[in-house]
């Protein structure tokens, strides 16, 4: 018989372990999208399966089990390790492995059939396949829900990427964001005086170097991190090794510099985590909405602010010779353009929410059987027209538009949305907390926001429950009102309204 | 009760996932020495001991010994597959787990006090930690030979590197190569003709352009490698991705030219090998001495011939618009060049060998004790005054100079020298099989050498013993001739003798 010391000392050790491990398969899923030989796919999915069968095995572990019994945590990081390790335990377990591997198989393959059927503009291609994952995930929700988390199949799919928040609750916030969204939408496209376009190409490297001095001003830390080039940009990474990337594109200089600072706060999330908490529970980002929100305060509310575009425009000017935009005012409107747009990942703050909240009522519809993956081309289409108010004209621009259900992400869509509530929670914080702040953004110096979001928020990494984690560092519950009213401020101003 | 068929397939899905896991270790190195962030170092020592952890627990699993008992192997690749599973099982299984814990910490220790000792010109600050390594080395050897790996302890960690091979039948080869190589050294040195070096400063771009040229014309596979810059040049990876490296030092276009060309041999092997033995131990380089006859050939043989370095010169005069020396005969006598010097890395074809056997010598007197930590320095300057002929000036020229011995790789040296060997013999072979060879190489086409190879040894990956794979190739036994043969000719021609 182990004594209750040795239980804990024993969890913690294993669960270092783990976390070692799942950061050596991140930092694989890094190369693969970065720097691999493009003849290695094979290999690497052989490498894939090999890591994650190992940690498969660790978190289904039984000895877990037993530690849990006897461990007596000593301190308040300790109890919410404990918690963590044991919700993990209880999920992993309540899945059968059949049900696991199948859905590993699926949805290792569901990636490939969703891109071919979205190249051939074929959704008849790839909603055969939709509808296994989606067999499969409902399956996997029930089992959840019979072990006890959560009281219905979605809330126990969303409790993976966002755990403590229900439907309902997201629900109700976006019921409240839409109608108001819907209406500034549409007041902005219909305004006289539209912003106008970027014009020009900007050359690869005149890019990066703007990208890096992006993200130096926010602060990113490049003695732990690093920036490449991706199809997709992402972040990886924690603790002393966080490596964003960002993508070029020669006509839109704003998708490599906007990409990367995104990216820079999710990185930064990851940096600032106590370093005591490496290689624990604790030791990254709580949930996808609270990283989202880091994402995008950094992007949206700093980085497309008046203050932040003017040192940016006054660098640009600098580093191509002249835009096409006359002065920084200008330069303010461009980058905050808004335009129709079929596209989620292409589109602005007031829009961006809009697409999150059809996906969030599709994919609850299409878990709780009350819509068929028959039915789900038709349904998207009808309601992009009610929230857009044009039709779809191809699959691509449609339906087959996004990766995240053909790889199993059901429940993962509204933590966009999450994060840009919290985001705009934050940033009204931040605003009371650092009034001056805008002195610095203007040259080009975020970092007194970093700061602060670092000592609010970033530093506690997993020990307080999301919505918990928010309201700690706001003081106030959080609703859609900060982000609502600085939308409507922000674009009032932009576009005379 | 599992069934013989049972066993057998488990043993092999088992090795396939260590095999996998054990890339992905290897994989983690790579980045460690080319893209991760400087400030990733503990981060990355707790990653790779994780997976070491992984790595350990699998080779030593008890199921392995079980169904190795009831596996019957259907054919020649199975059995020898059995029989390498085997040997790392009885070899893994035979050091006790606390001195196999103390061997990994004492070495991860021992290089960072090697690089301080020799960054101080101090060995008394490296040789205490040397000695305890030693120690560890000298109970692993006994416990092998305990269990039947080998009559003598250094034989037994010999087998890490070069399996089947003894010190006896290396110490012969030495015996008979030394003589000639000391007196081809000093007839060398003596002539009074030498060849001038190149004078001038090569741009990092230049070099990189360069060492991309070379690779190709070895006919490295880029779909399935990529070259980066590295401290010290190496390749890593096998089967869809192997990567090597090279290093730029501005005043001698050579390191990054000959480390390239030498890395695109080891790596043209791993890549060369029969794609059916992926993921098994038949899918690597058979052994050190094998691996090193591969980069050797490249590298010397055929790298340093007349011909290619004829090509060589005419692509480094046109992208430079000119070299500090006149034609490609002297170019190609500077290319080969013989100064004395105390460094084996630095070393040229004909002193590379003499330096090895001087450490091999040293190496089994430690292990056998005949030597002692305290005296090594005086017994390494005595045995360099001896075969080179100049005392040595200061401990980073001498005996702090290699990082071999602070990290545990007792054994190891000798694999060099052999490589050499095996070169020698497969050149000759080469040379017989493809005679106009030369007018290839002229031309800066070095593929006709790399199929020859590929067809004879590379391919076949572990499926043979090492010695075996090389007669098999040359149809004829090792001997050191060839290469004595070879140099003496070459450097009388060069150097007029």
Not at 268 to 296: C, K, N, W
């Amino acid at each position: 018989m182990i004594s209750e010391n040795a239980a804990m000392n024993e969890l913690l050790a294993f669960q270092r372990g783990t976390e070692a491990l799942s950061s050596i398969a991140e930092r694989l899923s890094w190369d693969q999208e970065t720097v691999m030989p493009r003849g290695a796919v094979e290999q690497r999915s052989e490498e894939m399966a090999a890591i994650e069968a190992v940690l498969h095995e660790r978190r289904t572990d039984p000895r877990i089990g037993e530690w849990l019994e006897l461990a007596v945590p000593q301190t308040e990081s300790e109890e919410r390790i404990v918690a963590l390790i044991a919700r993990d335990f209880g999920r992993a377990n309540a899945i059968p492995a059949e049900l696991a591997t199948e859905i590993a198989r699926q949805t290792s393959l569901g990636q490939g059939i969703w891109a071919a059927a979205r190249a051939n503009e074929a959704p008849q291609d790839f909603l055969p396949t939709l509808d296994q994952i989606l067999v499969l995930k409902q399956d996997q929700g029930h089992a959840l829900v019979r072990a006890g988390f959560g009281s219905d199949p979605y809330d126990a799919l969303l409790d993976d990427y966002e755990p403590g928040t229900t439907q309902a609750e997201i629900a109700a916030l976006f019921d409240a964001m839409r109608p108001r969204l819907v209406a500034l939408r549409e007041e902005i496209l219909g305004a006289p005086d539209q912003p106008e376009a970027l014009e020009g190409r900007f050359a690869q490297e005149t890019q990066m170097r703007l990208a890096r001095a992006c993200a130096t001003a926010f602060g990113y830390d490049w003695s732990r991190g690093r920036m490449d080039i991706a199809v997709h940009p992402f972040s990886s990474g924690r603790w002393q090794d966080s490596r964003i990337t960002t993508r070029i594109v020669e006509t839109d200089p704003f998708n490599c510099i906007y990409s990367t600072i995104h990216e820079v706060g999710h990185s930064s999330y990851e940096l600032g985590i106590d370093p005591d908490h490496a290689f624990t529970p604790l030791g990254r980002g709580v949930s996808m909405g609270v990283h989202e929100s880091q994402s995008r305060i950094y992007e949206n509310q700093l980085g497309r602010s008046r203050a932040f575009t003017g040192w940016l425009f006054a660098r640009m000017t600098d580093m191509t010779g002249g835009l096409s935009v006359p002065d920084a005012d200008a330069f303010y409107r461009t980058v905050n353009r808004v335009t129709p747009g079929f596209i989620r990942t292409e589109s602005d703050e007031v829009q961006y929410n809009l697409h999150i909240m059809m996906r969030f009522d599709l994919e609850r519809d299409l878990i709780s059987g009350r819509l068929s993956t028959d039915n789900l081309e038709e349904a998207w289409n009808t309601r992009f027209q009610r929230d857009f108010g044009v039709a779809v004209d191809r699959p691509s621009n449609g339906v087959l538009q996004d990766v995240h259900w053909s790889v199993g992400l059901f429940g993962y869509f509204p933590t966009y949305a999450l994060g840009n509530v919290y985001a705009g929670a934050l940033n009204a914080a931040l605003r009371t907390a650092v009034p001056d702040l805008d002195d610095s953004l203007q040259d080009g110096d975020a970092t007194p926001a970093t700061e602060w979001l670092r000592e609010k928020l970033q530093r506690h990494g997993g020990l307080y429950e999301p919505r918990d984690l928010v309201e700690r560092a706001t003081g106030r519950p959080v609703t859609p009102e900060p982000l609502l009213a600085y939308l409507e401020e922000k674009f009032a101003g932009i576009y005379g309204l």
